[in-house]
């Protein structure tokens, strides 16, 4: 199942750089390692902003709801959730 994936990361000013380094590090993993799975297909910058806009491929909304869940930035994010399916129109061969 395919799903639009909207995060805005609203991390507090008063936390301390070194903290929020750290978790930016480890939310950088995560994100490369659910890439390399194959499950968090596209994730593009919202020029302008520190929010993203990424399409998620898993089994069902409670794979999709532990995998958000677990991004380490997952208590600073604001986080919309689309569900999509494939367009008659559509030429890709992958977008389903
Ligand atoms: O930077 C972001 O948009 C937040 C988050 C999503 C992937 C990642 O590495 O960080």
Known sequence: MLFQVEMTVKLPPTMPADEAAAIKAREKEYAQELQRQGKWRHLWRVAGSYANVSIFD???????????????????????????????????????
Do not use: T, Y
């Open 58 to 96: 898993v089994r069902d909304n409670a794979e999709l709801q532990e995998l958000v869940a677990g991004l380490p930035l997952f208590p600073w994010m604001e986080i919309s959730v689309k569900p999509l399916c494939r367009h008659p129109s559509s030429i890709r061969d992958d977008d389903s």
